[in-house]
């Protein structure tokens, strides 16, 4: 019978490959594999459970919530887990007794940290404006939390533009984050501040620690990432781990001067042969991406999607594909070409798949 609906296939093997050949080159500072937000659509603990079990050393986990972290905990990760989103303090006890690590994003959370007892890592803002605390703050907001006793494992950032190859103002960052001065205070605390990007790109920035994020999905933060790498490393290489398929579904034929889909969008300018996908934006695909503007693979074809795509269903336009298509042949919704059709990132392309869409780990 053929299937109803799209499907994604995860190859856990392929995750554990991209995660090893990251670790290799970030040696010898620490691994964080980032797992938030359904580990970029992968499935949160599936690939967690994947990776711990990889017997990479010195892996840790990076989430954004306690939920996610407590989470990985009921799986039975044992690694060292950060959160680096913000926690609300009711969730700052159930994080604590479950060893979740916690990023300290501002200083009114000091005292709250304080008294359940947190392992917490001072997130300092360099210049992406957006969670941390001022950098001209950090330094006596390290001796506040030594006064209180709050133990301070890291002390971190976050790049704003490594992978738009900015290197001048990712030594910035770097700098800022290393004038800060914990050394009497908190001598063991690991400073880390790479991402996918300067992490694969530039030693210099790699420090104790770096959380490589997409890269791990075997996905590339940037062309421009991809082209660096390619160029000074030929031998590194990442592989997607994730496929999104669909099966035909319906097959129509479609006169000249016939309409497909919504608002007319499409008019057949030749008898076209039209085939129905059961995938839409309510299952990740962009509306964006219709018209013609992304095509999707059929065997070692590309058929466009013509029309509008709907809210369940897309229409590609399968004329003169040899070998014919027929009902229940699989085409394959690839993740790059998509995310330009639709004018974004392939970050936001895999963070949005749903969850209703069935994961297959092989």
Partial sequence: MTEASSWLEIDRATLVANARALARKAAPAAFCAVVKSEAYGHGLVPV???????????????VFTADEGLALRT???????????PVAEAQLAPAASARLQLGLLDESMVEPFARHHVVAHLKVDTGTSRFGVPRDRA??????????????????????????????????????????????????????????????????????????GIALYGAWP?????????????????????????????????????????????????DSSIAVLPVGYADGLPRAAGGGRMHVRLGASHAPIVGRVCMNACMLDVTG?????????????????????????????LARLPHHLDRRYT
């Fill in 48 to 62: 967690a459970q994947a990776l711990a079990g990889a017997g990479i050393d010195g892996l840790w986990f990076g």
């Fill in 75 to 85: 799986a039975r990760i044992e690694q060292p887990i950060l959160v680096v989103g």
């Fill in 321 to 349: 594909i040899e070998p014919a298509v027929a009902l229940g042949d699989v085409a394959q919704i690839e993740i790059e070409p998509l995310a330009k059709a639709a004018g974004t990132i392939n970050y936001e392309i």
């Fill in 222 to 270: 940037s062309s421009q990432v991809e082209a660096v790498l390619a160029g000074d490393d030929p031998s590194f290489v990442l592989r997607p781990a994730l496929r999104w398929l669909a099966p035909i579904v319906q097959l129509r034929d479609v006169h000249a001067g016939e309409s497909v889909g919504y608002s007319r969008a499409f008019v057949a300018s030749r």
């Fill in 139 to 212: 330094d006596a907001i390290l001796e506040r939390c030594k006064a209180l006793g709050l133990e301070i494992a890291g002390i971190y950032s976050h790049l704003a533009s490594a992978e738009d190859i900015d290197l001048p103002f990712v030594m910035q960052q770097v700098e800022a984050l290393g004038r800060i001065h914990s050394t009497a205070t908190f001598p063991q605390a690991k400073r880390h501040i790479a991402a996918s990007a300067a992490a694969m790109m530039w030693p210099q920035t790699r420090l104790d620690m770096v959380r490589c």
